[in-house]
């Protein structure tokens, strides 16, 4: 095998020379299967309701995931038992379910109880 132009006696070692190998070579189609990796998401992850797999990866197309990020993303959450599907949304788009009311005020009493007990704590004299 002769050196590279540019320098190296492999080509397949030489950076520059892979590049150019791989731009030449014919560019595979990459096909969306959604019903395929939804059938597969829902086999691997028995947990995993159909309908938010679906609703997941059409608002993943909706903010602008290309199918390759949708197909490795889910697989990568697939994977990961404590994720769920909903994870495939970058977590400043995701749109939360609205919480409800009661939950809020609770929660919003206690933040204030906990404020107050921390203003009146005093230090040990
Ligand atoms: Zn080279």
């Known amino acids: 095998m002769p050196p590279c132009a540019h320098g190296l006696a492999d080509p397949r070692m030489c950076p520059d020379c892979r590049r150019a190998a791989r731009q030449a070579a014919p560019v595979a189609p990459i096909e969306r299967a959604t019903d395929e990796l939804?059938?597969?998401?829902?086999?691997?992850?028995?947990d995993w309701r159909e309908a938010d797999v679906?609703?997941?990866?059409?608002?993943?197309?909706?903010?602008?995931?290309?199918?390759?990020?949708?197909?490795?993303?889910l697989a990568r959450l697939m994977a990961d038992p404590c994720a769920v599907s909903r994870e495939l949304i970058?977590?400043?788009?995701?749109?939360e379910p609205t919480p409800d009311p009661d939950v809020v005020i609770d929660r919003t009493a206690?933040?204030?109880e906990?404020?107050?007990a921390l203003l009146e704590e005093r230090d040990a004299p």
């Not at 679906?54 to 993303?73: E, F, H, K």
């Not at 970058?90 to 749109?95: D, G, I, L």
């Open 114 to 116: 906990a404020a107050r």
């Open 110 to 112: 206690r933040g204030v």
């Open 90 to 95: 970058p977590p400043h788009q995701r749109q």
């Open 54 to 73: 679906r609703a997941d990866l059409a608002n993943a197309s909706m903010i602008g995931l290309t199918w390759p990020q949708q197909l490795v993303g």
């Open 38 to 46: 939804v059938a597969l998401a829902l086999a691997v992850r028995p």
